[in-house]
Every structure is written in C-alpha cells, then in structure tokens.
C-alpha cells in the first residue's frame, strides 16, 4: 500500500487495538489536528480515522476524557456485506 496522506484523516489509531466491539483509543495530541485549536471532538461527532498504512475509515466518537477520544469504527460495508454471505445472499 503506498504512503498515505497523513492530512487525510482526524485522528491515527492503531489498527491493533481495535477492541470487538470496534472501539478504539486514540490520543488527540497524536492526530494531524494535534495543532488545530478548533479540533475540539466530542461524543456523537463523525469523523475520520487512519494508521498511515490503510485508506481513513469513519467512526463515531464514543467517548472523551480529556486528549483520549473513543472511536467506534464505521465498518458498514464490510459487515453488510459479510451478514449477506453467511445468510447465503451474497
């Protein structure tokens, strides 16, 4: 996968902490926006989330303590797609 841009998403997660439920802990101090006074994300916000390895994903914010902002990721698609095959639609 080639070089993402790393002004291409809110926050940076690390892909292997994603919990079970989707869930992840990002830091605000380590995103693209760490700089951007007016980065001020709050539970029910939308944004995009990237590991400077995969295309972004969008996520939900779940929960904020601070600078750690709790994304759920948005895997609509994939888990759509996944439901339809193992109820044989796919």
Same mark, same amino acid.
């Given at each position: 996968? =080639?070089?993402?841009?790393?002004? *291409?998403?809110? +926050?940076?997660?690390?892909?292997? !902490?994603? #919990?079970?439920? +989707?869930?992840?802990? !990002?830091?605000?101090?380590? =995103?693209?926006?760490? =700089?951007?006074?007016?980065?001020?994300?709050? %539970? #029910?916000?939308?944004? !995009?989330? #990237?590991?400077?390895?995969? %295309? =972004?994903?969008?996520?939900?914010?779940?929960?904020?303590?601070?600078?750690?902002?709790?994304?759920? +990721?948005?895997?609509? +698609?994939? *888990?759509?797609?996944?439901?339809?095959?193992?109820? #044989?639609?796919?």
């Amino acid at each position: 996968m =080639s070089d993402m841009d790393v002004d *291409s998403y809110d +926050l940076w997660y690390d892909a292997t !902490t994603v #919990g079970a439920d +989707l869930v992840v802990e !990002t830091w605000i101090s380590h =995103s693209p926006c760490a =700089s951007d006074a007016d980065f001020d994300p709050q %539970p #029910g916000d939308w944004v !995009t989330v #990237g590991d400077d390895e995969e %295309p =972004s994903i969008r996520g939900r914010i779940t929960r904020r303590d601070a600078n750690k902002v709790w994304v759920q +990721l948005e895997l609509g +698609l994939v *888990s759509t797609d996944a439901a339809s095959q193992a109820v #044989g639609d796919g």
